[in-house]
């Protein structure tokens, strides 16, 4: 397998089977995971294994203690970056996305940090929900409806 481009980053993730999915979904891809700190669980944590299953040892994970320690570290250009948000002006199938994208999602009950948001609104982006009766969609599902939308020309779709 190639190493991975594209990356799924999880900004204070709260619900462990959620990572857990998403870091399934990352090993299927070849993707990595990047995990901001503070979690709301332990990466120990039988609920993220288990959601996982047997894939999660091989998931390529990097971890980082703040949104700042990881842009300090990683440096990625700002139009690789994409933001997820049900307040996105844009929809996920607007951009074009970079070969090497960083997929950014926010935890489950607040989302991102206005501080992320304020200074990347051009960058934010969310899923369509034609039905007004849903406040919000599983993270799990959306960060794997995110990544397919992204990676469909690498894909051949």
């Not at 440096?75 to 070969?99: A, C, K, M």
Request: glycine share 6%; proline share 7%; hydrophobic share 40%.
């Amino acid at each position: 397998m190639s190493e991975p481009c594209m990356k799924m980053v999880l900004v204070t993730p709260e619900i462990p089977y959620n990572t857990g999915a998403i870091g399934r979904t990352c090993v299927a891809l070849n993707l990595e995971l990047i995990l901001i700190k503070p979690y709301g669980f332990s990466l120990d944590e039988k609920s993220v294994r288990r959601a996982g299953t047997d894939y999660w040892k091989h998931v390529r994970l990097a971890e980082y203690d703040s949104w700042e320690s990881f842009l300090s570290d990683r440096r990625p250009p700002r139009d690789h970056l994409y933001f997820f948000e049900e307040h996105g002006t844009q929809t996920l199938y607007d951009p074009e996305y970079q070969p090497d994208a960083y997929l950014v999602f926010g935890c489950e009950s607040k989302g991102l940090p206005a501080a992320i948001l304020d200074e990347m609104p051009d960058r934010l982006f969310s899923l369509p929900m034609l039905d007004t009766r849903v406040r919000s969609l599983n993270l799990a599902n959306v960060a794997t409806a995110v990544v397919y939308q992204a990676m469909r020309t690498q894909l051949g779709g």
